[in-house]
């Protein structure tokens, strides 16, 4: 059985950090896209970073360009979501995901994952 656990969230003030982490079990993505989404209370789940299984290309939300920096360690079968300078509009549940084909080594993707984590939460306050 395929599991995505995300960790690492929590609540931090504004202008705080927090490393979000993604561990996969059941099958090895070290050749698929994965990436982070979030989803705010009563809105809709949004793309945030997404990475190839490379390492060698990633795309970022312009919300967050340059403040979240996602990576990956594939002999570790995880991926991680650095996030610097948070403000309150960051609060929300993040997830992690994973595409299910074999990709092209710079393949990267922000939508259209077949695999999902159940979530982590986080808060920023003002």
């Known amino acids: 059985q395929v599991e995505l656990v995300e960790s690492g969230g929590g609540l931090v003030q504004a202008g705080g950090s927090l490393r979000l982490s993604c561990a996969a079990s059941?099958?090895?993505?070290?050749?698929?896209?994965m990436g982070w989404f979030r989803q705010a209370p009563g809105k809709e789940r949004e793309f945030v970073a997404g990475?190839?299984?490379?390492?060698?290309?990633?795309i970022y939300a312009d919300s967050v360009m340059g403040r979240f920096t996602i990576s990956r360690n594939n002999a570790k079968n995880t991926i991680y979501l650095q996030m610097n300078s948070l403000k309150p509009e960051d609060s929300a549940v993040y997830f992690c995901?994973?595409?299910?084909?074999?990709?092209?080594?710079?393949?990267?993707?922000?939508?259209?994952?077949?695999?999902w984590g159940k979530g982590t939460l986080v808060t920023v306050s003002s």
């Open positions: 995901a994973a595409d299910d084909q074999d990709r092209a080594s710079d393949f990267v993707t922000s939508y259209g994952m077949d695999y």
């Open positions: 059941g099958r090895t993505f070290s050749r698929s896209a």
């Open positions: 990475i190839s299984w490379s390492g060698s290309n990633r």
